[in-house]
């Protein structure tokens, strides 16, 4: 089954973890950075996995306005979301993803996030210490959410 799994990562972790989906989907998926290549044509695809990481309470812009300008044609096919965040919500994870793509997807992901201080620019280095009090490295990404996921696309 031809996957196209649908990224935006600003510090590497949604890419990992989408790297990681692509291995566990094997054959037939195939990675779309947004960062770098533009909003595909899907219909090419049998179904489609969409995921990022959060900033300043935001997904990425690119991701974002893929999902609302091709929300009625990614509700006509497999759909799985997945989210990075330290935060790890599913409260944040219901307000960053519609819920017309929520209720129709067949796998949801909250994979928990990376924090690399030495990856932020200046002023979100300072945003993030005033945020959290410290710039100490954080990592929550959770491998058995990522396999659950991962199953759950499977089938």
């Given at each position: 089954?031809?996957?196209?799994i649908i990224y935006a990562s600003s510090h590497g972790t949604?890419?990992?973890?989408?790297?990681?989906?692509?291995?566990?989907?094997?054959?037939?998926?195939?990675?779309?950075?947004?960062?770098?290549?533009?909003?595909?044509d899907l219909s090419s695809w049998d179904r489609v996995i969409l995921g990022g990481s959060v900033h300043a309470g935001q997904l990425q812009g690119k991701l974002r306005r893929l999902m609302k300008s091709r929300s009625a044609e990614l509700t006509t096919k497999p759909l799985g979301l997945f989210l990075c965040s330290l935060e790890n919500s599913r409260e944040q994870f219901d307000k960053i993803f519609p819920e017309e793509l929520r209720s129709h997807?067949?796998?949801?992901?909250?994979?928990?996030?990376?924090?690399?201080?030495?990856?932020?620019?200046?002023f979100f280095r300072f945003v993030m210490k005033k945020v959290k009090g410290n710039l100490d490295p954080e990592d929550t990404l959770d491998g058995g959410a990522i396999r659950a996921f991962s199953d759950s696309m499977g089938t």
């Open positions: 089954m031809k996957t196209a949604a890419e990992e973890c989408a790297r990681r989906v692509k291995e566990s989907l094997g054959e037939g998926a195939e990675l779309i950075n947004l960062k770098r290549e533009r909003i595909p997807a067949a796998a949801l992901g909250l994979f928990g996030g990376r924090l690399d201080p030495e990856k932020l620019n200046p």
